[in-house]
Structure formats: C-alpha cells, structure tokens
C-alpha cells in the first residue's frame, strides 16, 4: 500500500540584513506547517505540527539563491483526534522519544513553472531517516510590515 504524504507551510519571515545576505526567521504568529495523509487510498486527514522553525539564508532578492532550514518539533503533531496523535507519538510512527524532531535542509532550488515559483530540492529526515525530496515552492512576495520591518510570504 503507497502513502501518500504532503506538507503545506505557509510561512511569513522577517529578515534580518548585513551588507550582502539576508537571513529570514519564521514569523510563528501568520505561520503554520500543516500536512494530509491519504488514509486507506479514499480519505485524506489533516493536522499540523505546531512547534517549528524555519530560517532562510539569502543574498538575491527573488529568493533564488535561497537556502531554506526547517525543524519541526514531532512531539507538537496535531490532527484534533488525541487517541490518533498519542499513536503518531508513538514507536509506531514518529517515535517521538527517540526522533524528536524532523528536519529539511535545502541543497539547491531552481526557477519552476510561474512568476515567483521554484523547485526546492533537499534532504529530509524523519524517523533517524534522510531522503531527498523537491519541494514546489511559491515565493508570494515581500512587504513592509508593522514597524517597517520587512516580511516575505512563502507557501
């Protein structure tokens, strides 16, 4: 049987600058990191980890140098059903005792289909486990936000 499998995060960053790179921490209160599982190949079921981190390392301003570093905290799993999120906790899925976070590094990120979208290529691990992954990836722009600060949004 295939599982199927896929994170959403939507993210918004504020920067932090020096003369020729930028580096972006994620902005927790207008973020999530949400997934969907197809269960038994006719019902999808969604949650979200609530406790993450993301950081971005730049020097050009569309991103397209971008190297993207997210940890998410497994224990933090949420899908709303608590007897499903102890058994995800548990050495059946994440192992969270042993494997308490889950980790995707960024190697390289090349231009995708549309303004503004990439393919992100990098390793994830899970479970003591790294695979490759390409990740579609929509850069939505970058504003000024409260305080001036400058904020990108990424999905």
């Avoid at 599982?3 to 207008?30: C, E, G, N, P």
């Avoid at 090349?110 to 899970?126: E, I, P, V």
């Avoid at 929509?138 to 936000?145: E, L, Q, S």
Wanted: charged letters at 20%; hydrophobic letters at 40%; glycine letters at 8%.
């Amino acid at each position: 049987m295939k599982k199927i499998f896929s994170i959403l995060a939507i993210a918004l960053l504020t920067a932090t600058a020096s003369m020729a790179q930028s580096t972006w921490k994620v902005d927790k209160a207008h973020s999530k990191l949400t997934f969907t599982i197809t269960h038994l190949a006719v019902s999808d079921v969604e949650g979200l980890f609530k406790d993450f981190d993301v950081t971005i390392v730049n020097t050009k301003p569309d991103f397209s140098d971008a190297k993207f570093t997210l940890v998410a905290q497994t224990a933090s799993i949420n899908t709303e059903i608590e007897k499903r999120d102890a058994h995800l906790k548990s050495p059946d899925f994440f192992d969270v005792a042993k494997n308490p976070t889950m980790n995707f590094t960024s190697t390289g990120i090349t231009k995708g289909a549309g303004a503004n979208r990439y393919k992100l290529k990098g390793n994830f691990t899970l479970n003591g486990v790294t695979k490759p992954v390409v990740l579609d990836l929509w850069y939505r722009g970058t504003v000024a936000g409260q305080g001036g600060k400058e904020i990108a949004g990424f999905r």
